[in-house]
C-alpha cells in the first residue's frame, strides 16, 4: 500500500506503491510539483512556475526506494527547495494561492 506524508504543510502522496519511489507534490490542494528516486537518483521538480530543471538532486542508497532515515531526510530537503522555488517565483503573493503564508 502506498504511503503518503505531510512534511512542512506540504501533501505527498506516494503514486509509484514500489519501486521506483514518487510523490506528487501539493500545497492547498494544488499539485505544485513531483518527486522521483530511481536508480540511486533522486529528484525534485516544482510546476506551474514555468521552470524545468529539477529544484533539488542527489545520489541515494536505494536503487528505486528510500530507507526510512533516508526518506525523511531527503523528502525534507525536497520540500525546502520546491518551497524557495514557489516562494521566489510570487506563487504564494495575494491572488496567486487560497492559502497565503
Not at 490542494?29 to 521538480?45: D, I, P, Y
Not at 525523511?72 to 518551497?83: F, K, P, Q, Y
Request: one cysteine or more; a neutral charge; proline letters at 2%.
Amino acid at each position: 500500500m502506498a504511503k503518503h506524508y505531510t512534511v512542512k504543510g506540504y501533501q505527498l502522496r506516494n503514486v509509484s506503491g514500489c519501486s521506483p519511489e514518487a510523490y506528487d507534490v501539493y500545497w492547498a490542494a494544488r499539485h505544485v510539483g513531483h518527486l522521483r528516486q530511481n536508480a540511486g537518483q533522486f529528484t525534485a521538480e516544482v510546476h506551474g512556475i514555468g521552470r524545468a530543471d529539477p529544484v533539488y538532486e542527489a545520489s541515494t542508497i536505494g536503487d528505486g526506494t528510500f530507507d526510512e532515515a533516508e526518506r525523511v531526510h531527503h523528502l525534507g530537503r525536497a520540500v525546502d527547495a520546491i518551497n524557495a522555488a514557489l516562494t521566489e517565483s510570487g506563487f504564494f503573493r495575494k491572488g496567486k494561492d487560497a492559502d497565503f503564508r
